[in-house]
């Protein structure tokens, strides 16, 4: 089975080395625009080829994986249109949003080519195939988004065998859940570090006092731009949802605290302590 990866980044390097090691037919093709990612997957014997084209590998490919940042994703989905293609191809992406993959994906899916979307809750706030991990994806949560019932089926088999959990889900169900699962905990991660700009200034020496609490809440702040750039211009209006929520409430502990309201702060840590024993 020869499987193209296109983006051989933490996330489309780790799934290759996993489907690499899961499967002794799987041959994997290597795509970078980045050529020290693709030496490095020879180095580490990742790939049996590779190239920083995809249109020369995807004519013989089984499998296309499409884990490059999403609005590169969605361009790909659009040049896949006018290539040949292997009949029986299945195309898969890695995309942390859903809808706007698929709607790329439609026309795709219209010439009668099985394409599945995909989205592992898995990975950190590294990047790049430095950060490659074989074992990145074992029992995470992995979403499948398709109405072809044989193209997830496929999918399926590729993926049982690297030890996820399959989840099926709508695309707009999908993305409003990473909007607060994911979207909005990044967004106020970088704010927390942003919002130090002027202390650290003043005090050089603050990060050397950071204990866990600023550690654990900020480590996702460290996380690539580009590809958080990406998620939230794809996934606005509920990114945007998820703000406003945010927003609001934190506006209730600032009125709580102006004035002086220790019952309503009581409450406020109270309710998010029950909340946060479900995660
Ligand atoms: N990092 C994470 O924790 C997770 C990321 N994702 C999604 O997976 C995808 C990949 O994410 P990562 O692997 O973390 O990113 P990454 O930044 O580690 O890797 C992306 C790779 O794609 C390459 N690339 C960028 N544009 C390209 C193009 N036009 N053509 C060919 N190669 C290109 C880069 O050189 C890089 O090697 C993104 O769509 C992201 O939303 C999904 C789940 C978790
Ligand atoms: O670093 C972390 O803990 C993350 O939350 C990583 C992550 C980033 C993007 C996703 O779509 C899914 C997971």
């Given at each position: 089975m020869r499987v193209v990866v296109n983006g051989l980044g933490e996330m489309g390097a780790s799934l290759a080395l996993a489907i690499k090691n899961s499967r002794d037919d799987a041959e994997i093709i290597g795509v970078d625009r980045n050529l020290d990612a693709l030496n490095k997957a020879k180095k580490i014997d990742l790939v049996v080829d590779t190239s920083s084209d995809l249109k020369s590998v995807v004519?013989?490919?089984?499998v296309i994986i499409l884990a490059t940042p999403i609005r590169a994703i969605i361009a790909t989905l659009h040049d896949l249109l006018d290539l040949t293609l292997k009949p029986g191809v299945l195309i898969m992406d890695t995309g942390s949003t859903k809808d706007q993959v698929m709607q790329a994906a439609q026309p795709l899916i219209k010439k009668g080519i099985a394409f599945v979307g995909g989205h592992a809750m898995a990975g950190t706030q590294r990047a790049g195939i430095d950060a490659v991990d074989g074992h990145l994806y074992d029992q995470v949560p992995y979403f499948l988004v398709s109405d072809d019932q044989d193209a997830v089926y496929r999918a399926k088999e590729l993926l049982n065998g690297i030890g996820v959990h399959i989840i099926r889900v709508e695309a707009q169900q999908h993305d409003l859940m990473m909007a607060y699962l994911s979207d909005l905990p990044h967004v106020v991660a970088a704010t927390l570090v942003n919002s130090t700009t002027q202390t650290l200034t003043d005090?050089?020496?603050?990060?050397?006092?950071?204990?866990g609490g600023f550690k654990d809440t900020t480590r996702?702040?460290?996380?690539?731009p580009q590809m958080w750039t990406d998620i939230l211009m794809t996934n606005h209006d509920a990114t945007l949802e998820s703000l406003e929520s945010f927003q609001s409430s934190l506006n209730r502990v600032i009125e709580a605290l102006k004035a002086n309201d220790a019952t309503t702060i009581y409450d406020f840590f109270d309710h998010s302590k029950q909340l946060r024993q479900k995660f």
């Open positions: 004519a013989d490919a089984d005090y050089p020496e603050l990060p050397n006092y950071a204990a996702i702040g460290a996380a690539d």
